[in-house]
Structure formats: structure tokens, C-alpha cells
């Protein structure tokens, strides 16, 4: 039933690779220069990815992340940042397919807020939120890129060759 997340986990990856290709075409200045965007720049807005999915995997996992604000500053250049963001996207599909190998999203996953609130949400829930979260922070940077000398990449699911099964 949510075997389409083994594919979300793909797409989001490829996409990643994709957006990042583009932003190692840029200038320094480009790539770090502020812009009227929520996180301030095209560096600081893909942190916020990678900072959000440490987050989100270690709530998955188990496992403890180290990451504390959502605007945390993961990597200070951007190819440890790229470094980090293949890292990432590998755990996202390691982890999606361990989830939907061992019991299909069954159940709910409790975790504390970034301000400590207990919460809970259904598991299909969380991994539709990191996907979502993706690709609507992607759609900023590809805004962003459109400010630059770089053409934007398409990165629609449409395009993703592992879309047609």
C-alpha cells in the first residue's frame, strides 16, 4: 500500500542531485549571497534540508541527532555540504525500505518537538512529511537558482526515470 514511498525515497535523491549539480555551477557569491527567502540564501535553505532530515531519520531510527534549531548550520561550504547531502539521501532509502520491509507503516512514531512538546504522528505521515518537506524546499532553491545565470533543473517526478515502475 505505501510501496510508493521506496520511490519518494529515489526521486528525493536523484532530485538532490540534481539541484546540488546546478549549485556547484555557481559562484561562491551567488551560492552564499542573501536572498528574500525563509532561510536567507540557497546555502542556508539547503542546511535546513539536511539539518531536517538528521532530525527526522534519528526520530526514524532511534538514533540521537545533534541538531539544535531547525536553521542550524550543518556544513560551512558547500561541498562538505554536498558531501553530507549523498550521505543523507543513501540513509533516506536505507531507512524507508527497512520501514516498509518490517511492518508497511504500520503504527505511530512518538518523538519530542524541537522544543521538547511529546508528540506522535502515523509513520506514512512522517515519511509523506519528508518528502513533502523536500520537495517544497527544493522548489525555493529552484526559485532561487532563476535569480542566478543558472538554468534550474527539472526536477518533477515526471522526469525521474525511476517513476515508470
Not at 527544493?138 to 537558482?145: D, E, F, M
Amino acid at each position: 500500500m505505501f510501496d510508493s514511498f521506496r520511490t519518494l525515497a529515489r526521486w528525493t535523491g536523484w532530485a538532490n542531485q540534481r539541484i546540488y549539480s546546478a549549485c556547484s555551477e555557481l559562484d561562491p557569491t551567488e551560492y552564499f549571497r542573501p536572498r528574500a527567502c525563509a532561510f536567507g540564501s540557497i546555502h542556508r535553505t539547503l542546511n535546513h534540508l539536511l539539518a531536517t532530515d538528521r532530525i527526522w531519520l534519528a526520530r526514524l531510527t532511534g538514533e540521537p541527532h545533534n541538531i539544535p534549531s531547525l536553521d542550524y548550520e550543518v556544513c560551512v561550504d558547500f561541498s562538505s555540504l554536498r558531501d553530507a547531502r549523498f550521505v543523507e539521501d543513501v540513509r533516506i532509502v536505507e531507512t524507508t525500505d527497512v520501514i516498509l520491509d518490517k511492518d508497511g507503516c504500520a503504527g505511530d512514531l512518538s518523538f519530542n518537538s524541537m522544543n521538547g512538546t511529546p508528540r506522535q504522528m502515523p509513520i506514512h505521515l512522517v515519511l509523506s512529511q519528508l518528502f513533502l518537506h523536500h520537495a517544497h524546499h527544493r522548489g525555493q532553491v529552484h526559485a532561487l537558482l532563476s535569480q542566478t545565470a543558472v538554468t534550474p533543473p527539472a526536477l518533477d517526478l515526471t522526469y525521474f526515470p525511476g517513476a515508470a515502475g
